[in-house]
């Protein structure tokens, strides 16, 4: 629908944080300062031949809000603004979104190559459901662009990963895999999540489709599910549109009009989630006990020179591993006082979870050790709280757990 490119107000001079304030804003005649949100499933015609235009396309207003809504789509727009994307669709979850975009694009007799390390819910779409429809799939190791290669046929028509990976916070090289994806016709799904819109963006880097959930730092404040699906206004014409509007995976406007809010403070948000992140993860760094610490924004990270070439910053996840297995990191998680256990991310609240009994608990022992998730290992979302704080939190339960 070009009805939302013609409404899409970004100055290409805006700097991000006025974009996320600004972007996508369309106002009522009744001139309001904050966005409305327009709780409503359909629309209303004049006249019997308005509706007829509108159906067969020559007048491009809404028609139900399963298609498009005028809140969605301001929240579509600014996320357009943020990614640098043609064009958007905003979904009821992240799973939505993921789900969306492969689905859409996909066909019996088509091959799916995903990195392995990859969010539960993802992978359960790659390797349960696609092969009930006939669609073939083979796990690599995302650093390992030998094994992306070797998975490639001549039937691949997509490729898939997240980067920082799930729990481990492992780095693919993108624009590696995007050129890969290009040499085979294919194209290239980017789940964004981990290390936000902030820090990275994979459609510049090559990617075909980025898909977020917004439940995560674009909500940022445990509110409401979303997600989104990003790409250029030909691959969502071509792939997505009709899929979208058949199947009804959108978002209601009430979400979205909380997720278009969120929008407004995710730059500052992030950034300082971020800064926390970084001091944290130098705290903890050489403290006893802790066997392995993984912070994409530091130098000892595995992959530090492909972050420094496709990431500003480090991101907001912080993951670290106990000597003393299950037992002390649940005894760490019980002591802290601030941090709380959860299994979700991206929040104004810190977050830490333990992946192997929780998140990851589906996985067979073999394929968590071949992920690096250790009964040690815990997975820590950083919030907004003071840093102090959360170090003088971190560096207790620590040394509770020594006792
Ligand atoms: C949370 C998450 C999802 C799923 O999003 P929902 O909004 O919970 O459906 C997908 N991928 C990643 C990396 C996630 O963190």
């Given at each position: 629908?070009?009805?939302?490119?013609?409404?899409?107000?970004?100055?290409?001079?805006?700097?991000?944080?006025?974009?996320?304030?600004?972007?996508?804003?369309?106002?009522?005649?009744?001139?309001?300062?904050?966005?409305?949100?327009?709780?409503?499933?359909?629309?209303?015609?004049?006249?019997?031949?308005?509706?007829?235009?509108?159906?067969?396309?020559?007048?491009?207003?809404?028609?139900?809000?399963?298609?498009?809504?005028?809140?969605?789509?301001?929240?579509?727009?600014?996320?357009?603004?943020?990614?640098?994307?043609?064009?958007?669709?905003?979904?009821?979850?992240?799973?939505?979104?993921?789900?969306?975009?492969?689905?859409?694009?996909?066909?019996?007799?088509?091959?799916?190559?995903?990195?392995?390390?990859?969010?539960?819910?993802?992978?359960?779409?790659?390797?349960?459901?696609?092969?009930?429809?006939?669609?073939?799939?083979?796990?690599?190791?995302?650093?390992?662009?030998?094994?992306?290669?070797?998975?490639?046929?001549?039937?691949?028509?997509?490729?898939?990963?997240?980067?920082?990976?799930?729990p481990t916070l492992e780095v693919v090289d993108i624009a590696a895999?995007?050129?890969?994806?290009?040499?085979?016709?294919?194209?290239?799904?980017?789940?964004?999540?981990?290390?936000?819109?902030?820090?990275?963006?994979?459609?510049?880097?090559?990617?075909?489709?980025?898909?977020?959930?917004?439940?995560?730092?674009?909500?940022?404040?445990?509110?409401?599910?979303?997600?989104?699906?990003?790409?250029?206004?030909?691959?969502?014409?071509?792939?997505?549109?009709?899929?979208?509007?058949?199947?009804?995976?959108?978002?209601?406007?009430?979400?979205?009009?909380?997720?278009?809010?969120?929008?407004?403070?995710?730059?500052?948000?992030?950034?300082?989630?971020?800064?926390?992140?970084?001091?944290?993860?130098?705290?903890?760094?050489?403290?006893?006990?802790?066997?392995?610490?993984?912070?994409?924004?530091?130098?000892?990270?595995?992959?530090?020179?492909?972050?420094?070439?496709?990431?500003?910053?480090?991101?907001?996840?912080?993951?670290?591993?106990?000597?003393?297995?299950?037992?002390?990191?649940?005894?760490?998680?019980?002591?802290?006082?601030?941090?709380?256990?959860?299994?979700?991310?991206?929040?104004?609240?810190?977050?830490?979870?333990?992946?192997?009994?929780?998140?990851?608990?589906?996985?067979?022992?073999?394929?968590?050790?071949?992920?690096?998730?250790?009964?040690?290992?815990?997975?820590?979302?950083?919030?907004?709280?003071?840093?102090?704080?959360?170090?003088?939190?971190?560096?207790?339960?620590?040394?509770?757990?020594?006792?």
């Amino acid at each position: 629908m070009s009805k939302q490119s013609e409404l899409h107000n970004t100055s290409a001079n805006w700097n991000v944080e006025t974009r996320m304030v600004h972007s996508g804003t369309m106002r009522s005649p009744f001139g309001e300062t904050s966005e409305a949100l327009y709780l409503t499933q359909g629309f209303v015609y004049e006249t019997s031949e308005a509706a007829e235009a509108r159906f067969s396309g020559d007048d491009e207003g809404y028609i139900y809000s399963r298609y498009a809504n005028p809140t969605v789509t301001m929240f579509e727009q600014r996320m357009c603004a943020l990614e640098g994307a043609e064009a958007a669709l905003a979904t009821t979850s992240g799973m939505a979104a993921v789900t969306s975009a492969m689905l859409c694009q996909l066909q019996a007799g088509d091959h799916v190559v995903a990195a392995h390390a990859l969010f539960g819910s993802c992978r359960y779409v790659i390797e349960t459901l696609l092969p009930r429809f006939g669609i073939s799939y083979t796990f690599v190791d995302g650093k390992d662009l030998g094994a992306w290669k070797a998975a490639m046929r001549p039937e691949t028509s997509v490729l898939f990963l997240e980067s920082p990976t799930n729990p481990t916070l492992e780095v693919v090289d993108i624009a590696a895999v995007a050129a890969l994806a290009k040499e085979n016709n294919a194209r290239l799904v980017v789940d964004n999540v981990f290390a936000t819109p902030i820090w990275q963006k994979p459609l510049e880097l090559g990617a075909d489709v980025v898909v977020y959930s917004a439940t995560k730092h674009i909500d940022g404040q445990g509110r409401c599910l979303g997600g989104v699906v990003l790409s250029t206004q030909d691959w969502i014409d071509e792939y997505l549109f009709d899929f979208y509007r058949h199947t009804g995976p959108g978002i209601s406007p009430f979400n979205a009009w909380v997720l278009l809010k969120g929008l407004e403070t995710l730059p500052l948000r992030v950034g300082q989630q971020s800064k926390n992140a970084k001091q944290i993860a130098d705290a903890i760094a050489g403290q006893n006990d802790i066997t392995r610490l993984i912070y994409p924004g530091r130098e000892d990270h595995p992959q530090a020179d492909i972050v420094k070439k496709q990431m500003g910053a480090g991101s907001t996840m912080v993951a670290f591993e106990f000597e003393g297995g299950k037992q002390q990191a649940f005894a760490f998680q019980n002591a802290l006082e601030i941090i709380k256990i959860s299994n979700n991310l991206g929040d104004a609240k810190s977050l830490i979870t333990h992946p192997a009994t929780t998140t990851h608990k589906n996985l067979t022992d073999e394929n968590r050790e071949m992920l690096g998730i250790s009964e040690g290992l815990v997975r820590l979302s950083v919030g907004l709280e003071n840093a102090d704080d959360l170090i003088d939190d971190i560096l207790m339960a620590i040394e509770t757990v020594n006792r």
